[in-house]
């Protein structure tokens, strides 16, 4: 099984500024990486999949790189309504897998 | 607009069952494979199950195999789990969500609200 690893757990950023999320994958998973956005109650949205294509309707500010088994999701200038728990999700080897998650607050 | 209605939840004892429905519309529902993800309370998201868009394939977590059983009525947009032999752990939020990449590699872009289960005695 694939182990998924983000860190840090908890990110404290201010708003205007650039958040970078880790994800590690214990095995590559080449480019089969999404990410998610969870606010309080609410559902995972999708953010990012192919590791750095963002999905419909993400605003630019939100940009995912890497491959193999390092990826990182970047948040470039961050507004308040970007703080919340961010999960990626590998989906290239069985069974799938999300991280533990990153808490990003302010 | 895709649409997900997740139901079915509810507090059930330990060893006891409930099956989750979950009405999907605004797209080609028997063109997609479908999956049920779980979250339990203040933890990380874990995949449960999923099933091909014909129904013939049906894939199960290690946690609950032996115990869910997942299903499709293509005729009514419909995505069922039935759970069987509920454990404190099992206790979650249950969400459905289709699986554009397919049941074996895929990430998903629709949600539903999801379906609390909340097994305890």
């Known amino acids: 099984e694939t182990v998924m690893t983000q860190s840090p757990a908890t990110l404290s950023v201010s708003p205007g500024e650039r958040a970078a999320l880790s994800c590690r994958a214990s095995?590559?998973?080449?480019?089969?990486l999404a990410w998610y956005q969870q606010k309080p109650g609410q559902a995972p949205r999708l953010l990012i999949y192919g590791a750095s294509t963002r999905a419909t309707g993400i605003p630019a500010r939100f940009s995912g790189s890497g491959s193999g088994t390092e990826f990182t999701l970047t948040i470039s200038s961050l507004q308040s309504e970007d703080f919340a728990v961010y999960y990626c999700q590998q989906y290239n080897n069985w069974p799938q897998g999300f991280g533990q998650g990153t808490k990003l607050e302010i | 607009e895709v649409q997900l209605l997740e139901s079915g939840g509810g507090l059930v004892q330990p060893g006891g069952s409930l099956r989750l429905s979950c009405a999907a519309s605004g797209f080609t529902f028997n063109k997609f494979a479908l999956s049920w993800v779980r979250q339990a309370p203040g933890k990380g998201l874990e995949w449960v199950s999923a099933?091909?868009?014909?129904?013939?394939?049906?894939y199960y977590a290690d946690s609950v195999k032996g115990r869910f059983t997942i299903s499709r009525d293509n005729s009514q947009n419909t995505l069922f789990l039935q759970m069987y032999s509920l454990r404190g752990e099992d206790t979650a939020v249950y969400y459905c969500?289709?699986?554009?990449?397919?049941?074996?590699?895929?990430?998903?872009?629709?949600w539903g609200r999801g379906t609390l289960v909340t097994v305890s005695s």
């Open positions: 099933i091909s868009a014909s129904g013939s394939g049906t």
């Open positions: 969500a289709p699986s554009p990449g397919g049941v074996f590699r895929s990430y998903y872009d629709y």
């Open positions: 095995q590559s998973v080449w480019s089969n």
